[in-house]
C-alpha cells in the first residue's frame, strides 16, 4: 500500500525527544512514520520504539516503513489515549519519550476514501478508527440542528453554526446526506456569498468540526494528559504537535500547571501546598514550522509544537 504524507517539523521534533540508544519511545500516532523512522535510526542498535495507531492502514504501512529496524520495533494497533493501557499489556511501565503528531496524514486526506475531505467524492466515514461508531454520516443525518450547531460552533469555531445546521437538516429531509461533496455543497450554500477568508473553502470549519466529534479528539487528548507525566521516567521527555487552537490550549495549559510549582487556589494570599514544579518547558513559546517548510508543505502551516522534560525528582 501507498501511503503518502510529508512530515511536519521532523527534526526539530525528534531534536527535542533527545533520544538515544537503550531508551524506550512511544510515537501515539505513527501516520505515515516520519518521525518514527527518525527515532529509530537514533535510538539503534539498543533502544525500543513502540508505534501505536488506531488507523490500520497506518499500523499496515508502519510494517513495512519500520520493518528494516527489526525487533526494536513494536506495533500496535490502539488509541493513544489508553497509552498507560497499551504499555502495561507488553510489560512496560516507563519510557523515556512520548510523541503525538496530532494532525491528518496526507494519505487520510486523499487516500483513505474516508471523506475527511471534499477534494474528492467520497462516504461520509470520517473515523480513525473504522472499528468504532459513528461515522460523519450518522452525526449529520441524525442529530438535531441544535446538536449539529454545537459541534460546528465548538469544535470547528462556524460563526454561521446554527444556519449552516438548519440547511444541513432542511437537506436530509429530501434525501440522506451520504458523500463529502454533498455536505460541500450544503455548507457552501448555506454561506451563501460570503467571502472566504485567507482562501479557506467555506466547509473547511465544518468538516474539521465533524472530524474532531466523530474521533473523540478533544476528550482522547484531555484523557492522554491526565496520565502522560506517569508514563515517563524522570527526565523522560513528551513532545506534542497539535494543528488547530483548540487542541494547543489544551496542551499549554497543561504543561504550564505542569511547570507552576504553587497548585493553591489563586485566592489564597500565600502558598499553602508547597508544590514543586514537576516539568521544565523545554520549549517556552511555542515553535513554528519555517517559511521554507511551509512552501515546501503547506499543510505544515498550522503545526504548533510544544515540549516538555519531567523533573528527575518529580
Same mark, same amino acid.
Given at each position: 500500500?501507498?501511503?503518502?504524507?510529508v512530515?511536519?517539523?521532523?527534526?526539530?521534533?525528534?531534536?527535542?525527544?533527545?533520544?538515544?540508544?537503550?531508551?524506550?519511545?512511544?510515537d501515539?500516532t505513527l501516520?505515515?512514520?516520519?518521525?518514527?523512522?527518525?527515532?529509530?535510526?537514533?535510538?539503534?542498535p539498543?533502544?525500543?520504539?513502540?508505534?501505536?495507531?488506531?488507523?490500520?492502514?497506518?499500523?499496515?504501512?508502519?510494517?513495512?516503513?519500520l520493518?528494516p529496524?527489526?525487533?526494536?520495533?513494536?506495533?500496535?494497533?490502539?488509541?493513544?489515549?489508553?497509552?498507560?493501557?497499551?504499555?502495561?499489556?507488553i510489560?512496560?511501565?516507563? #519510557? %523515556?519519550g512520548? *510523541?503525538? =503528531? /496530532?494532525?491528518?496524514? @496526507?494519505?487520510?486526506l &486523499?487516500?483513505?476514501?474516508?471523506g475527511?475531505?471534499?477534494q474528492?467524492?467520497?462516504?461520509?466515514?470520517?473515523?480513525?478508527?473504522?472499528?468504532?461508531?459513528?461515522?460523519?454520516?450518522?452525526?449529520?443525518?441524525?442529530?438535531?440542528?441544535?446538536?449539529?450547531?454545537?459541534?460546528?460552533?465548538?469544535?470547528?469555531?462556524?460563526?454561521?453554526?446554527?444556519?449552516?445546521?438548519?440547511k444541513?437538516?432542511?437537506?436530509?429531509?429530501?434525501?440522506?446526506?451520504?458523500?463529502?461533496?454533498q455536505?460541500?455543497r450544503?455548507?457552501?450554500?448555506?454561506?451563501?456569498?460570503?467571502?472566504?477568508?485567507?482562501?479557506?473553502?467555506?466547509?473547511?470549519?465544518?468538516?474539521?468540526?465533524?472530524?474532531?466529534? #466523530? %474521533?473523540?479528539? *478533544?476528550? =482522547? /487528548?484531555?484523557?492522554? @494528559?491526565?496520565?502522560? &507525566?506517569?508514563?515517563?521516567?524522570?527526565g523522560?521527555?513528551?513532545c506534542?504537535?497539535?494543528?488547530?487552537?483548540?487542541?494547543?490550549?489544551?496542551?499549554?495549559?497543561?504543561?504550564?500547571?505542569?511547570?507552576?510549582?504553587?497548585?493553591?487556589?489563586?485566592?489564597?494570599?500565600?502558598?499553602?501546598?508547597?508544590?514543586?514544579?514537576?516539568?521544565?518547558?523545554?520549549t517556552?513559546r511555542?515553535?513554528?514550522?519555517?517559511?521554507?517548510?511551509?512552501?515546501?508543505?503547506?499543510?505544515?502551516?498550522?503545526?504548533?509544537l510544544?515540549?516538555?522534560?519531567?523533573?528527575?525528582?518529580?
Open positions: 500500500m501507498a501511503y503518502h504524507h512530515t511536519a517539523m521532523l527534526h526539530e521534533t525528534v531534536d527535542l525527544l533527545a533520544c538515544k540508544s537503550g531508551g524506550i519511545y512511544v501515539g501516520g505515515g512514520c516520519g518521525h518514527a523512522k527518525l527515532i529509530c535510526e537514533r535510538i539503534m539498543a533502544g525500543r520504539f513502540i508505534g501505536i495507531d488506531k488507523d490500520a492502514d497506518a499500523i499496515s504501512n508502519a510494517r513495512t516503513a520493518a529496524f527489526g525487533d526494536l520495533v513494536t506495533l500496535i494497533r490502539g488509541n493513544y489515549a489508553r497509552m498507560q493501557e497499551l504499555l502495561s499489556e510489560g512496560i511501565t516507563g #519510557v %523515556n512520548i *510523541l503525538l =503528531d /496530532l494532525g491528518l496524514s @496526507l494519505h487520510q &486523499l487516500e483513505s476514501g474516508r475527511f475531505s471534499f474528492n467524492d467520497e462516504p461520509l466515514d470520517m473515523r480513525m478508527d473504522t472499528r468504532k461508531k459513528p461515522t460523519a454520516g450518522d452525526l449529520v443525518n441524525k442529530l438535531s440542528a441544535a446538536e449539529l450547531a454545537s459541534i460546528f460552533r465548538n469544535y470547528g469555531q462556524q460563526s454561521h453554526a446554527r444556519q449552516v445546521a438548519g444541513i437538516v432542511a437537506a436530509r429531509r429530501r434525501a440522506p446526506i451520504t458523500t463529502s461533496r455536505l460541500a450544503i455548507v457552501t450554500a448555506a454561506l451563501g456569498g460570503r467571502k472566504r477568508k485567507a482562501g479557506l473553502h467555506p466547509a473547511t470549519k465544518v468538516f474539521m468540526a465533524l472530524r474532531i466529534a #466523530v %474521533n473523540a479528539e *478533544l476528550e =482522547d /487528548l484531555e484523557f492522554f @494528559l491526565e496520565n502522560a &507525566l506517569d508514563l515517563l521516567v524522570p523522560g521527555r513528551l506534542i504537535l497539535a494543528f488547530h487552537s483548540l487542541e494547543d490550549r489544551m496542551v499549554k495549559h497543561k504543561f504550564k500547571q505542569w511547570a507552576t510549582a504553587c497548585q493553591c487556589p489563586p485566592q489564597l494570599p500565600r502558598c499553602v501546598c508547597g508544590g514543586k514544579p514537576r516539568v521544565k518547558l523545554l517556552p511555542v515553535l513554528r514550522p519555517g517559511k521554507k517548510e511551509i512552501q515546501l508543505n503547506p499543510m505544515a502551516r498550522s503545526t504548533r510544544r515540549a516538555i522534560e519531567k523533573i528527575q525528582d518529580s
